[in-house]
């Protein structure tokens, strides 16, 4: 049960404290399940985070020279203090942007494994050394870049956020996160668990706000790397300011996935992977695969697939679209695409919402089928539960659909052929490719991040590419006197 609690007006967290902002303007923080407002947080400008810059820039140089022990400590501690308060962090999550609480748990759980995967940093940057010429020495060592910064999305306010703070944080660097403006108070909670983990003051400080502050945050001068994730378009925008001001980002954007779903594919496994896929969290997550693309006859599978979506319950195993907005926008998808022609086999538009939560922004699992490639159902994200199903008649018309979409976050492969699922892996043009698996989010230390315009910047945010963004590669050369005396005098 998600109970309805106000959690009054917010300002920034700097230095380890609460800090009023000085803006003026507010933003109203909705719960999507009550249609009510749950907090305030402050519109911020450029003055507050100068000053956040300034207490980050002031601890970086003890942070940087904090022993990578210690610094790994710190994430032990952060790990076990989440775990603890998993139901409250839970609770808040599904409060503030309308996951069940089952699905807000899933998602600490993933983005505790990037924590975990920061305790392990004493063993990942041990650096290289060896011997490359007479009397020759190199090493290599990853050192920290200064004041770093996140911007992250409303639809996992703790997973994204864990994919950048422990990484960046245990490197060294000094870290400045703007949450999204929708869903800012369990990264808020974040900042409370590091401070009581031990994490030094300045170390870690948030700045709320939408537009303005990621701007600010793109052009500040003391800040050397933004890792942004959210929609394509806003990546780009970031990307661009961010290369304009001659700073590093790596920007993580939107996503229309396929998957590939053939004849011989086992059919239970094959229809709760394509309703998990696209229909989990409501569809509003960036590995939904929102496509399947049939190949000659899945009906077998469809049929099942149906008859599943069908007992899919508001509530219970789906949570509640972000906004009003939102929610207008999913179902003008639906609504365009009835009129274009597509079958449509479940219609979540006729969903009531549960009995608790009848001002919720609802909508049921929909399936679509019959879609053309050039619709807009088919080309545009939807985020949303709504899953459409294109036709084809071989694997090669199926890998063209695929290869079309501009993004190339995912894709996925249902068959029981290896040969099949060989050349789709191969095929397709897209970062994580799962076969057998809807959702291929990849476990550290492999690591998470897309293709085309899924992503701008190079490498990916999680796994042993995350701490390469977070880094800069040190090469020192040396060579030693060789000279007899030079070490016979003290011996
Ligand atoms: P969004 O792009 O609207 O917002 C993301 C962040 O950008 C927020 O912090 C917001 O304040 C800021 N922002 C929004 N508009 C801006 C503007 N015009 N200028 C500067 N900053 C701006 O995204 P969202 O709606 O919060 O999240 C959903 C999107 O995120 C989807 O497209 C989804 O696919 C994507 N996403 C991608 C990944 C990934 O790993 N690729 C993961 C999660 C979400």
């Known amino acids: 049960m998600i109970q309805f609690t106000s959690h009054g007006d917010y300002g920034n967290w700097v230095d380890n404290k609460w800090l009023d902002s000085s803006s003026e303007n507010r933003i109203s923080v909705i719960s999507p399940y009550f249609d009510k407002q749950i907090a305030t947080i402050p519109d911020s400008g450029k003055s507050d985070l100068d000053i956040a810059v300034e207490k980050a820039k002031s601890a970086f140089p003890n942070w940087a020279d904090t022993n990578i022990r210690d610094r790994a400590q710190i994430m032990f501690r952060f790990k076990s203090i989440i775990e603890k308060d998993m139901d409250n962090l839970a609770a808040l999550i599904a409060l503030d942007n309308g996951k069940t609480i089952a699905d807000a748990k899933g998602s600490i759980l993933r983005g505790i494994e990037v924590i975990e995967y920061?305790?392990?940093?004493?063993?990942?940057?041990?650096?290289?050394?060896s011997d490359v010429g007479p009397g020759i020495n190199?090493?290599?060592?990853?050192?920290?870049?200064?004041?770093?910064?996140?911007?992250?999305?409303?639809?996992?306010?703790?997973?994204?956020?864990?994919?950048?703070i422990p990484l960046a944080i245990a490197s060294g660097n000094t870290f400045i996160l703007k949450p999204s403006e929708q869903t800012p108070l369990a990264g808020l909670k974040l900042a409370e668990y590091l401070k009581q983990a031990g994490l030094p003051d300045g170390v870690f400080n948030v700045v709320n706000g939408a537009k303005t502050i990621v701007e600010a945050l793109c052009d500040h001068q003391d800040i050397k790397a933004v890792a942004f994730v959210g929609s394509s378009n806003v990546a780009k925008i970031v990307y661009n300011r961010c290369s304009q001001n001659s700073k590093r980002s790596l920007c993580l954007g939107g996503a229309k996935n396929h998957m590939i779903v053939v004849p011989d594919a086992d059919t239970d496994s094959t229809a709760k992977g394509l309703l998990a896929s696209s229909m989990g969290s409501a569809g509003q997550r960036c590995m939904a695969a929102s496509v399947a693309v049939g190949v000659a006859n899945i009906d077998h599978i469809i049929d099942q697939l149906v008859e599943e979506a069908r007992n899919f319950k508001l509530g219970v195993d789906m949570g509640t679209i972000i906004s009003k907005t939102a929610l207008d926008r999913i179902t003008g998808y639906i609504d365009e695409a009835e009129?274009?022609?597509?079958?449509?086999?479940?219609?979540?538009?006729?969903?009531?919402?549960?009995?608790?939560?009848?001002?919720?922004?609802?909508?049921?699992?929909?399936?679509?089928?019959?879609?053309?490639?050039?619709?807009?159902?088919?080309?545009?994200?939807?985020?949303?539960?709504?899953?459409?199903?294109?036709?084809?008649?071989t694997i090669e018309e199926a890998m063209k659909i695929e290869n079309n979409n501009p993004y190339g976050n995912a894709a996925a492969v249902f068959t029981t052929s290896g040969q099949i699922a060989k050349v789709v892996s191969e095929k397709a043009s897209a970062g994580m490719v799962g076969i057998n698996i809807g959702v291929p989010v990849p476990r550290d230390p492999y690591?998470?991040?897309?293709?085309?315009?899924?992503?701008?910047?190079?490498?990916?945010?999680?796994?042993?590419?995350?701490?390469?963004?977070?880094?800069?590669?040190?090469?020192?050369?040396?060579?030693?006197?060789?000279?007899?005396?030079?070490?016979?005098?003290?011996?």
Not at 118 to 129: D, K, Q
Not at 144 to 157: D, H, K, R, Y
Not at 483 to 490: G, N
Request: charged share 20%.
């Open 118 to 129: 920061a305790t392990s940093l004493p063993n990942v940057l041990n650096g290289e050394s």
């Open 138 to 164: 190199c090493t290599m060592t990853h050192e920290p870049l200064g004041v770093v910064a996140g911007i992250t999305p409303f639809n996992f306010p703790v997973m994204v956020p864990l994919w950048m």
């Open 339 to 393: 009129k274009m022609g597509a079958k449509i086999l479940v219609d979540g538009r006729n969903n009531s919402p549960p009995d608790d939560y009848k001002q919720g922004y609802w909508l049921g699992a929909t399936i679509l089928d019959g879609i053309d490639p050039d619709w807009p159902s088919a080309k545009e994200e939807i985020f949303g539960p709504v899953l459409s199903i294109i036709r084809a008649d």
């Open 447 to 491: 690591s998470f991040g897309g293709w085309n315009e899924s992503k701008y910047g190079h490498g990916d945010i999680t796994g042993k590419s995350g701490v390469e963004f977070w880094t800069n590669l040190k090469k020192v050369t040396a060579r030693w006197p060789e000279s007899e005396e030079a070490w016979k005098k003290y011996f």
